[in-house]
């Protein structure tokens, strides 16, 4: 059986952040991508991809996942997305993973899970305006990507950076193949 992951769409939602690394995990006979959205209609990336996802918020189950990916996407910043704290807490909670990406990491700020784990975002000073509950100024790591445990955190920049570390979650590839698709994606150089 194929390990899920699920990936939030939403109105807005940045669809170049998870360009990069969903079509790899499709590939693989390992996994299964789960496309969810709060209701299940039609959502409208940012980019103007109009997408109908297959399963809505209720249809997950907590057990049959591996990971939860949230995207950014102007919506976290005004407040949306709020129907998405309890799954979100609930993989954390059950050592599942979560990875955040751009404003998706506000939402994480402003409802706590990020103040006792390493992380980025954006800028620190962005995250603490637009979070003011964050508490967790201490463990934010200047960097394009963070893995601390089961959360995964990017900076809205770093759609490369933020797949390799979902890769390296998951198993997807070994170290030495993720290096090569870097290389690849970020920088144009193919080494055999």
Do not use: R
Not at 57 to 73: H, Q, R, S
Not at 113 to 121: A, E, F, Q, V, W
Not at 129 to 142: S, V
């Amino acid at each position: 059986m194929k390990k899920k992951i699920a990936v939030f769409l939403f109105e807005g939602f940045s669809d170049w952040e998870t360009a990069f690394l969903t079509p790899e995990i499709n590939k693989s006979d390992l996994f299964e991508l789960v496309y969810f959205s709060t209701s299940g209609d039609l959502v409208t990336s940012m980019g103007g991809l109009q997408v109908k996802p297959a399963k809505t918020l209720k249809d997950l189950v907590l057990e049959d996942l591996e990971m939860l990916i949230l995207p950014g996407g102007t919506a976290w910043e005004k407040g949306g997305n709020k129907e998405i704290g309890p799954i979100t807490k609930d993989m954390l909670e059950a050592g599942k993973t979560v990875a955040a990406i751009c404003a998706a990491t506000i939402y994480l700020g402003q409802v706590g899970l990020l103040n006792n784990l390493k992380h980025t975002s954006s800028d620190l000073n962005y995250l603490k305006a637009m979070a003011p509950e964050y508490t967790g100024g201490d463990l934010y790591q200047n960097a394009l990507a963070v893995t601390d445990g089961n959360l995964i955190t990017a900076n809205g920049i770093a759609p490369i950076e933020f797949a390799c570390e979902v890769f390296k979650a998951i198993g997807l590839y070994g170290e030495e193949a993720i290096e090569k698709w870097f290389q690849l994606f970020k920088n144009g150089v193919w080494s055999e």
